[in-house]
């Protein structure tokens, strides 16, 4: 009897722990380099996944720990990971071993068109849907604003208006009133990179020399005549905002939220102008893949679903203060920083004439030579006053040397190329 009982005991203890077990393995496995900060990892796993039917184990790593165990599995064909997050960059070096989400049902919520193309990663498959993003804008105390071109809509501005704009306000206030990220911690190489040279030439690398990035960087030059010159030592444009040395501003998002947060009634957010070329923007996108190996195929796709519904969207922007790529109405409660300057990141994303414009891939530890390229650029045209072909020929020759050491193929908006991206 007492054999049968400890039989039966042992019998139910293996039952549970396979019980335990299967609902273990049952949760999909989230590998995220993103919202890898205690609190944001706290706040996803709490406040986004937990609502998702079958359960989630959210496990953001840096980098390293990240690239290593995922790399593993997918030499292997097989794992435990069910999805991804990551940027774009990471997400494309690993292309082949996504599973195609084309068919994913998201019931009719509409995706940023621009995001959707990126998430190809150049196939004819949804390599990954855009999860969430980070942006850069302009913004603008709203005494500016009498000041505006005749006819001109602020969220579709020109580069010429802006000039137009900027030249306005300085000659009848008496003093400049642009502002612009050009000091040595400003993120200034980012507005060359991924708005100036592609609203211009459509391109960041291969047109760097063209006679229309040099009109690009001419435009830029009468620009800066109206530009408060103690822009060279700004990083974050909140602060001048806040001070009103400054009346209209580029930056970053982050670099912008406090002026909206202090004095939301005294500013306004909208979209980078437009070039010729179309408005260039550069978000910082990232995505959600689902391996082709991983353990339930089906489930990791219902995440995928899941995370892309219009309240998990925002809930994602409370955790992580990362945009929605969806169309979706932001609810009255969010900070005034996040009210004001989605929107405009939405008008941006999803104009007619948007010409995305990825971060660098592939440079490795050339990032910051090849940053410095555009910087010099600026500092030698703009600041200098040398002559704009003379800079960007020579230039280019460094540019050119950067991109064959780095053996770096072209990201969007550059045509993709066989081996390193041409400079021409």
Not at 5 to 22: E, N, P, V
Not at 95 to 122: M, Q, Y
């Amino acid at each position: 009897m007492k054999v049968h009982k400890t039989i039966s005991i042992l019998t139910g203890a293996t039952l549970a722990l396979s019980i335990s077990a299967h609902a273990a393995t049952a949760q999909v496995l989230f590998w995220s380099t993103q919202a890898a900060p205690v609190e944001e990892t706290q706040k996803m796993r709490e406040d986004v996944l937990s609502g998702f039917e079958g359960g989630v184990d959210f496990q953001p790593q840096e980098v390293g720990p990240f690239v290593t165990r995922l790399e593993a599995e997918l030499e292997a064909g097989s794992g435990s990971i069910g999805v991804v997050g990551a940027l774009h960059g990471e997400l494309a070096t690993y292309a082949e071993h996504w599973a195609d989400l084309s068919g994913v049902d998201l019931g009719g919520i509409e995706v940023t068109p621009a995001f959707l193309e990126l998430g190809k990663l150049g196939t004819q498959e949804q390599k990954y849907l855009p999860w969430m993003q980070a942006n850069y804008v302009m913004a603008a105390n709203k005494q500016s604003l009498e000041y505006l071109p005749e006819g001109a809509d602020i969220n579709a501005l020109t580069y010429d208006q802006l000039v137009q704009w900027a030249k306005a306000m300085a000659e009848q206030t008496g003093s400049p009133k642009f502002g612009f990220p050009a000091g040595p911690q400003g993120l200034k190489h980012r507005f060359f990179q991924g708005f100036l040279l592609p609203s211009y030439a459509n391109s960041t690398v291969t047109k760097f020399a063209s006679d229309e990035a040099e009109a690009g960087w001419n435009m830029f030059k009468e620009l800066w005549q109206y530009t408060n010159p103690a822009s060279t030592n700004y990083a974050f444009m909140q602060e001048p905002l806040l001070s009103g040395d400054v009346w209209v501003a580029f930056d970053h998002i982050a670099r912008l939220a406090d002026a909206f947060n202090q004095r939301p009634d005294d500013f306004v957010a909208f979209p980078a102008p437009a070039g010729p070329a179309g408005r260039g923007f550069m978000p910082v996108l990232a995505g959600i893949a689902v391996p082709k190996g991983a353990p339930d195929v089906e489930a990791s796709k219902r995440l995928v679903r899941y995370m892309m519904q219009p309240e998990t969207q925002v809930a994602t922007l409370l955790a992580t203060n990362f945009f929605p790529t969806i169309e979706v109405t932001l609810p009255e409660d969010l900070p005034a920083s996040a009210r004001a300057l989605g929107p405009a990141i939405q008008a941006m994303t999803s104009a007619e004439d948007a010409v995305p414009s990825l971060l660098p891939v592939g440079l490795g530890d050339l990032g910051g030579q090849f940053n410095q390229v555009y910087t010099d650029a600026f500092e030698r045209i703009v600041l200098a006053g040398q002559p704009v072909r003379d800079v960007l020929d020579q230039q280019a020759e460094t540019l050119r040397s950067i991109m064959e050491q780095a053996k770096a193929p072209c990201w969007l908006p550059d045509q993709p190329s066989d081996g390193p991206c041409p400079v021409e």
